[in-house]
């Protein structure tokens, strides 16, 4: 939903290129939304009918609709199947548990959004206010990202006091007239917006091969991607030596390339050289 209320329901995007992976592997203590910002801004070249789309367009996404797209970056460069660790939620286990599964598996609940401001009317327990909100977006989250560690409630009470546009017939509420509110009252407003936003929600449930008992996880799907770029830097560079030593192309010209191309450019390498060696 751009600034003009106009709904976008396709995107255009292009595969991570060797750029794209070291800038997230280079930022290591970046929160989370800078770095979903970063990405999609490089990745995305078409949002609905708009061509030029900016870094602050990528940052006022919903959260939702950011991370659709990150799963479909995901699944674009590295593939549908995900391989990870999670650890049993059983107090006296913990033991860490593989897990393997698709992520045509992963759960999507788009959003009956039609505008940029919804209203809705408390219940007389909660003072019975219309309110008008908008939804959680990615600049929420980034401005709000060191408060979720330290102070998860006074987190959620800014993310009201950003999105809330009017209490009744109170227009653009500070911070004191959120805190104000009846916890009923909050609470009303955080259902009304989780059900009217796009989400992508995974939990899953597993058997723990030590304690042998079943349990339920979520899986932050989020930071599983993100790790996965990260901890893939000490191969992107030497994919980069490896070609580079071998065409002598340029290190720019080389981080130009997908990760699929660099693979096949590593691949047809692989087996000349194999070839030569067999043949002496």
């Not at 709904?7 to 592997?25: D, N, R, W, Y």
């Not at 102070?151 to 009470?157: K, L």
Request: aromatic share 6%; with cysteine; hydrophobic share 40%.
């Amino acid at each position: 939903m751009d600034d003009d209320g106009q709904a976008h329901g396709q995107v255009t995007l292009s595969p991570l290129c060797g750029f794209a992976e070291k800038m997230i592997a280079d930022r290591g203590h970046t929160p989370s939304a800078v770095l979903v910002t970063a990405l999609l801004s490089h990745c995305i070249l078409r949002l609905g009918a708009i061509d030029d789309v900016s870094e602050g367009m990528v940052r006022r996404l919903l959260v939702g609709d950011r991370l659709f797209l990150l799963l479909k970056l995901r699944e674009m460069t590295f593939g549908r199947n995900i391989q990870a660790v999670i650890t049993c939620t059983w107090p006296d286990c913990r033991a860490r548990v593989d897990i393997d599964f698709s992520t045509e598996n992963i759960p999507v609940t788009g959003s009956p959004q039609q505008s940029l401001r919804h209203r809705m009317r408390l219940s007389q327990e909660a003072g019975g206010n219309t309110v008008t909100f908008r939804l959680p977006n990615g600049e929420d989250q980034e401005i709000l990202a060191h408060l979720l560690d330290s102070d998860e409630a006074m987190a959620a009470d800014s993310l009201l006091a950003r999105c809330v546009q009017s209490i009744g017939p109170v227009r653009q509420p500070a911070m004191a007239d959120i805190m104000s509110l009846s916890a009923t009252a909050k609470a009303e407003i955080e259902r009304e917006m989780d059900r009217l936003a796009p989400k992508i929600g995974f939990s899953m449930e597993a058997v723990c091969p030590e304690c042998g008992r079943t349990f339920t996880t979520s899986f932050d799907l989020q930071e599983f991607v993100l790790a996965e770029l990260r901890t893939r830097l000490d191969l992107l560079l030497k994919e980069v030596h490896y070609l580079a030593y071998h065409y002598h192309w340029s290190e720019k010209e080389i981080l130009g390339m997908t990760r699929e191309n660099r693979r096949r450019y590593i691949e047809v390498l692989s087996e000349e050289m194999e070839r030569l060696n067999n043949a002496f």
